[in-house]
């Protein structure tokens, strides 16, 4: 079974915080992205990163920054909190393929910013 | 600009009879759909898919049709279960970039509740 795991379940920030969110997978994928998830909104993409090192914007990277240094790891960071960042954080992986490559998403950190 | 749309935001079914979740698309790009499930306090779980070259793909209970010239898909539950009710996100596959790796463009989600 693919297994994607996130640091933490919830977790309550301060306004101006450096806050990281910690993703593993342990199924040798290359790809591994995050989204954030918010009521009426869906699933938005933050970033992407295909191979160590390398990394990509999605739709809404603004006010976050990624680091990966080992492939089966995957960090998302909050430069300085705010209190528009509050929402649920997917972390998900896949393989390279030719379009259909199904996401292996992680059960999600919901983090609180006051 | 909202390239995948899921137009109703919840949904409700007796137990037993089909639920259809319908999504919208504007980008001709796509070139694969899939469907997740998503249940309160858990990630997404992949469910069903479908290339742009097919118009059915069937999966036991769970159905996805793709109607290209008119830009839609919908989910087929037949027949519907109170363990089926979760959240169902469509997602649309296109390049990224124009490179050779894939994104997904995900809907807003439908909320299904099949009554017992």
């Known amino acids: 079974d693919v297994k994607v795991t996130q640091s933490s379940r919830y977790l309550v920030k301060r306004t101006g915080e450096k806050v990281f969110l910690e993703c593993v997978q342990d199924?040798?994928?290359?790809?591994m992205f995050w989204y954030r998830q918010d009521p009426g909104l869906g699933l938005r993409l933050i970033y992407f990163?295909?191979?160590?090192?390398?990394?990509e914007k999605g739709d809404i990277p603004e006010g976050y920054s990624v680091s990966r240094e080992k492939k089966e790891r995957f960090s998302l960071i909050l430069e300085s909190a705010s209190t528009n960042q509050t929402s649920m954080y997917l972390c998900?992986?896949?393989?390279?393929?030719?379009?259909?490559?199904?996401?292996?998403f992680g059960p999600g950190t919901r983090l609180t910013v006051t | 600009d909202q390239q995948v749309k899921q137009n109703s935001p919840s949904l409700s079914v007796q137990e037993g009879r089909i639920s259809i979740l319908n999504c919208d698309y504007t980008?001709?790009?796509?070139?694969?759909f899939l469907w997740y499930k998503k249940y309160p306090a858990e990630g997404p779980t992949f469910l069903i898919s479908?290339?742009?070259?097919?118009d059915k793909n069937e999966d036991g209970r769970f159905t996805v049709f793709l109607n290209k010239s008119a830009k839609h898909l919908s989910l087929h539950i037949v027949p519907s279960q109170p363990g089926d009710s979760a959240v169902y996100f469509c997602?649309?596959?296109?390049?990224?970039?124009?490179?050779?790796?894939?994104?997904?463009?995900f809907g807003k989600g439908t909320l299904l509740t099949v009554n017992p």
């Open positions: 998900a992986s896949s393989v390279v393929g030719q379009g259909l490559t199904e996401q292996y």
């Open positions: 199924m040798d994928h290359e790809n």
């Open positions: 990163s295909y191979d160590v090192k390398m990394k």
């Open positions: 980008n001709s790009m796509f070139d694969y």
């Open positions: 479908i290339s742009s070259i097919k």
């Open positions: 997602a649309a596959s296109a390049r990224f970039s124009g490179g050779s790796n894939y994104k997904l463009t």
